[in-house]
T-cell receptor, first 110, second 113 residues
């Protein structure tokens, strides 16, 4: 299974953008790139996913490199509620299992 | 529209006992996956159920078993509990053959004494 590499932690000021990088150099052509986040004492929450093209939704944007070996999750204006562990996951097919790594702990300071 | 619900929220057991955890999927979903999350780590995939059958399984021993009912709800059973089974057990539901994400419940915290 293809794996992802993320920084252990990132810090941001409130109302500033946050760019979360993810490397996935062994990604296959059919792997979808998914992002989930987990707030304290809650289950993971879906954020966004994509295959080849950049994606936007109400929560975030996903920028995918042209060679698909890396991607960046963009939180446009961080709020205190965005403090969570963010997981970048490759999903082998659209409804397969999710393989979580250690994720990136995002700290948002007022 | 209720999301994924899990019960109980907390459970304390002793070594050697057996436990059953329950999950009701989000309305409209037909697939249930179970994950184990140890403290400070990411969730680890246990298995996935669809059409009342185990479709995929992660690297977990046979002590971990499951079941899916005709109404799509699911149970996770763990026999001969070990101290290392202490973890947060997460259930996620999804719709088979769709490109939609998995929706997670808030988990059952299992503590083994």
């Amino acid at each position: 299974d293809a794996k992802t590499t993320q920084p252990n932690s990132m810090e941001s000021n409130e109302e500033e953008p946050v760019h979360l990088p993810c490397n996935h150099s062994t990604i296959s052509g059919t792997d979808y790139i998914h992002w989930y986040r987990q707030l304290p004492s809650q289950g993971p929450e879906y954020v966004i996913h994509g295959l080849t093209s950049n994606v936007n939704n109400r929560m975030a944007s996903l920028a995918i490199a042209e060679d698909r070996k890396s991607s960046t999750l963009i939180l446009h204006r961080a709020t205190l509620r965005d403090a969570a562990v963010y997981y970048c996951i490759l999903r082998a097919y659209s409804w397969g299992k999710l393989q979580f790594g250690a994720g990136t702990q995002v700290v948002v300071t007022p | 529209d209720a999301g994924v619900t899990q019960s109980p929220t907390h459970l304390i057991k002793t070594r050697g006992q057996q436990v059953t955890l329950r999950c009701s999927p989000k309305s409209g979903h037909d697939t249930v996956s179970w994950y184990q999350q140890a403290l400070g780590q990411g969730p680890q995939f246990i298995f996935q159920y669809y059409e009342e059958e185990e479709r995929q399984r992660g690297n977990f021993p046979d002590r971990f078993s499951g079941h899916q009912f005709p109404n799509y709800s699911s149970e996770l059973n763990v026999n001969a509990l070990l101290l290392g089974d202490s973890a947060l057990y997460l259930c996620a539901s999804s719709l088979a053959y769709s490109n939609q994400p998995q929706h997670f419940g808030d988990g059952t915290r299992l503590s083994i004494l």
